[in-house]
């Protein structure tokens, strides 16, 4: 258990800081932009890892409508993200480190030789933001039947990060767990001492292990923490040499816009699809997480995996023909330039890959959806307020949960 939970805060750390912008990346795809525009997208990244404080709006969304075996129409959820954030000096120079981080064997390094740069970093960070997580009434209510409890279509969680210390208020979340009125109102994590106890111990030095490891099984002490690993693996894989899959994106500059009053530059980056999947890196890459164990024991034998990898390159252009997938960074065009906005967008309509599965047999006719039928993810991040004091204070009210207590669980 103890090992879980340490686990559980280093995942929930990393996950953390995907959503700081001093994280951004200080070498942007620029493709075949021009030198003008390629330079003023580098120097917008690069500004970013030297921003103090902000604010930030997001929204993420997720759609899964019309699918076989999906139970209901749609599963729609959407989850907004607003607040402040700001960052000392300690934070500001891991940022700089961390920004260094371009592949795999980067930041197993990092994990493993300077664990350091991430506590200096979460200790070094504040935020005071309130999560709204929005579920479609469908997916409510089939969600409230499986798990014999009221799930309701709203849900906010104020969240801060103040020295170190994350605080949480499950006030909305506590009637969904068991024994949850104990509870309600703001619970502290010694995020920071957490981390520290987990550089000291190895943890880190054992997570950059496994990245680099071709059986993460053999650090895994069950089954179901094997799997994770080898999905851990496979992700890293996928991210091992970005550079790699750049030749099948594009990259243009669009019309210029405003955003909160400011005059920016927007850059769209298109990924072509058809390409990709018959390209010798997409297969490298799916062999490489059949390999890791991240598709699971009953993933196809090499053999198989091959056959099916090769009738996917001929077939891809009737299966994928309704998948988009983009994003967009829009630049402040007044110096100095900033990230204003960034957004990802993935959607895949998918009723031409079931008509042909219908016709083929390998789905039921009955199984047949009548509508839309989709997978879509949109992701949208605006940021302000660049270098402006924002007050960030820990609640008066929190019960802090010590590091010792959370680490000493068995």
Same mark, same amino acid.
């Given at each position: 258990?103890?090992?879980?939970?340490?686990?559980?805060?280093?995942?929930?750390?990393?996950?953390?800081?995907?959503?700081?912008?001093?994280?951004?990346?200080?070498?942007?795809?620029?493709?075949?932009?021009?030198?003008?525009?390629?330079?003023? &997208?580098?120097?917008?990244?690069?500004?970013?890892?030297?921003?103090?404080?902000?604010?930030?709006?997001?929204?993420?969304?997720?759609?899964?409508?019309?699918?076989?075996?999906?139970?209901?129409?749609?599963?729609?959820?959407?989850?907004?993200?607003?607040?402040?954030?700001?960052?000392?000096?300690?934070?500001?120079?891991?940022?700089?480190?961390?920004?260094?981080?371009?592949?795999?064997?980067?930041?197993?390094?990092?994990?493993?030789?300077?664990?350091?740069?991430?506590?200096?970093?979460?200790?070094? @960070?504040?935020?005071?933001?309130?999560?709204?997580?929005?579920?479609?009434?469908?997916?409510?209510?089939?969600?409230?039947?499986?798990?014999?409890?009221?799930?309701?279509?709203?849900?906010?969680?104020?969240?801060?990060?103040?020295?170190?210390?994350?605080?949480?208020?499950?006030?909305?979340?506590?009637?969904?767990?068991?024994?949850?009125?104990?509870?309600?109102? @703001?619970?502290?994590?010694?995020?920071?001492?957490?981390?520290?106890?987990?550089?000291?111990?190895?943890?880190?030095?054992?997570?950059?292990?496994?990245?680099?490891?071709?059986?993460?099984?053999?650090?895994?002490?069950?089954?179901?923490?094997?799997?994770?690993?080898?999905?851990?693996?496979?992700?890293?894989?996928?991210?091992?040499?970005?550079?790699?899959?750049?030749?099948?994106?594009?990259?243009?500059?669009?019309?210029?816009?405003?955003?909160?009053?400011?005059?920016?530059?927007?850059?769209?980056?298109?990924?072509?699809?058809?390409?990709?999947?018959?390209?010798?890196?997409?297969?490298? &890459?799916?062999?490489?997480?059949?390999?890791?164990?991240?598709?699971?024991?009953?993933?196809?034998?090499?053999?198989?995996?091959?056959?099916?990898?090769?009738?996917?390159?001929?077939?891809?252009?009737?299966?994928?023909?309704?998948?988009?997938?983009?994003?967009?960074?829009?630049?402040?065009?007044?110096?100095?330039?900033?990230?204003?906005?960034?957004?990802?967008?993935?959607? @895949?309509?998918?009723?031409?890959?079931?008509?042909?599965?219908?016709?083929?047999?390998?789905?039921?006719?009955?199984?047949?959806?009548?509508?839309?039928?989709?997978?879509?993810?949109?992701?949208?991040?605006?940021?302000?307020?660049?270098?402006?004091?924002?007050?960030?204070?820990?609640?008066?009210?929190?019960?802090?949960?010590?590091?010792?207590?959370?680490?000493?669980?068995?």
């Amino acid at each position: 258990m103890r090992s879980k939970l340490i686990s559980l805060f280093l995942v929930m750390a990393l996950l953390l800081a995907s959503f700081g912008t001093a994280l951004a990346q200080a070498e942007p795809f620029c493709g075949d932009l021009s030198a003008e525009d390629c330079e003023l &997208l580098t120097v917008a990244a690069q500004n970013m890892l030297s921003v103090t404080s902000y604010q930030a709006s997001a929204e993420y969304r997720g759609v899964l409508a019309g699918l076989p075996g999906l139970g209901i129409e749609e599963a729609a959820v959407t989850v907004t993200v607003d607040g402040a954030f700001s960052y000392g000096e300690s934070a500001i120079a891991a940022a700089a480190v961390l920004a260094g981080v371009q592949t795999q064997e980067d930041l197993a390094a990092l994990m493993s030789e300077s664990p350091e740069v991430l506590v200096d970093f979460y200790n070094g @960070w504040s935020f005071d933001i309130v999560m709204v997580v929005d579920i479609s009434e469908e997916l409510a209510e089939a969600l409230s039947a499986e798990i014999g409890i009221p799930v309701p279509t709203l849900l906010s969680v104020p969240v801060k990060l103040v020295d170190g210390i994350l605080y949480v208020n499950l006030t909305d979340v506590a009637p969904l767990l068991e024994g949850g009125e104990a509870l309600a109102g @703001w619970l502290g994590f010694e995020l920071g001492p957490v981390l520290e106890a987990a550089a000291e111990q190895g943890l880190f030095e054992a997570a950059a292990m496994q990245m680099t490891m071709d059986d993460p099984s053999m650090l895994a002490d069950s089954p179901e923490n094997a799997a994770l690993a080898g999905a851990l693996i496979g992700v890293q894989a996928a991210l091992a040499d970005p550079a790699a899959f750049e030749k099948y994106m594009e990259v243009s500059r669009a019309a210029d816009d405003v955003i909160n009053g400011m005059d920016v530059a927007v850059f769209t980056t298109k990924m072509d699809i058809l390409s990709l999947i018959s390209s010798p890196e997409f297969i490298d &890459l799916v062999s490489g997480l059949a390999e890791s164990g991240a598709l699971g024991e009953d993933a196809l034998s090499a053999a198989d995996l091959e056959q099916a990898l090769t009738m996917l390159s001929f077939m891809g252009p009737m299966l994928f023909q309704g998948l988009v997938s983009e994003s967009t960074t829009a630049v402040s065009l007044d110096e100095p330039n900033y990230i204003v906005a960034q957004t990802t967008f993935f959607s @895949w309509d998918l009723s031409g890959l079931l008509q042909m599965a219908a016709m083929t047999g390998a789905l039921p006719a009955d199984q047949m959806p009548s509508g839309t039928s989709l997978i879509e993810f949109e992701t949208s991040v605006v940021n302000s307020a660049f270098n402006e004091p924002q007050t960030i204070n820990a609640p008066a009210d929190a019960l802090i949960i010590p590091a010792e207590s959370m680490m000493a669980t068995q």
